[in-house]
Each structure stands twice: as C-alpha cells, then as structure tokens.
C-alpha cells in the first residue's frame, strides 16, 4: 500500500499563492504517477494535474495553465503543486493522489487510474 499525506492548504486572497506537498511513504517504488484533483462544495471532483513520476511528463487542467505548476522530489517521495495567481473559483479540497502500473496519457486527468488517495488539504480563496 501507499500512504499519502498532504499540506499546505489554507486562506489567501485572490492573486496569492499557495504550494501543496503530498508526501508518499510505503510501496513508493510501485508509484507510476502522482497527481492533484480538487472538490469544490456542491461540485463533482475534478482533475488539475498529474506527473508521470519517472519520465516527468506533465499534464494540466486547461484553466490552471500557466498559474499552477506541479512537480516531485523522487529523493523525498513527494509532490508539489505551486499555486499562483490564485482566484476564487479555486477554492476547493485539495487531494493527491497515486497510480500504479502502466497508464496511457489519456487516462492521467480520470479518477480511475489512481489507486491510493490523500485524505485532502482545504485551499479557499477569498476575492
């Protein structure tokens, strides 16, 4: 099993900033890629980016291009996301998480290629 633990959340204002860890411990040797979805209250869950943890290809959600930017420290089995440019509509949970196996790029912004999820991290953002 992997565990995933996230961080960083909080209260900023529009146009802020805020960096999200996710720190993976256990089986992380089995980890193929790491991503980051967010659940806005009345809202489906939705993807916002991933990594493929061993070739580094990134993904995105259209809407946090160039304001977001995900990335990994292999040494430390951890995941960040750098949040800029923050805006309101933002605000939501927060959640990592890891798939394993072999995973087309297709897959990487759906729910069921991930495996192991975080228990989430809270980001609002007030205007």
């Known amino acids: 099993q992997v565990q995933l633990v996230e961080s960083g959340g909080g209260l900023v204002q529009a146009g802020g900033s805020l960096r999200l860890s996710c720190a993976a411990s256990?089986?992380?040797?089995?980890?193929?890629?790491m991503g980051w979805f967010r659940q806005a209250p009345g809202k489906e869950r939705e993807f916002v980016a991933a990594?493929?943890?061993?070739?580094?290809?990134?993904y995105y959600l259209d809407s946090v291009k160039g304001r977001f930017t995900i990335s990994r420290d292999s040494a430390k089995n951890t995941m960040y996301l750098q949040m800029s440019s923050l805006k309101p509509e933002d605000t939501a949970v927060y959640y990592c998480?890891?798939?394993?196996?072999?995973?087309?790029?297709?897959?990487?912004?759906?729910?069921?290629?991930?495996?192991?999820w975080g228990q989430g991290t809270q980001v609002t953002v007030s205007s």
């Open positions: 990594i493929n943890w061993r070739g580094g290809t990134l």
């Open positions: 256990g089986r992380t040797f089995s980890i193929y890629a």
């Open positions: 998480a890891v798939a394993q196996g072999y995973y087309s790029s297709s897959y990487y912004s759906t729910g069921d290629m991930y495996n192991y």
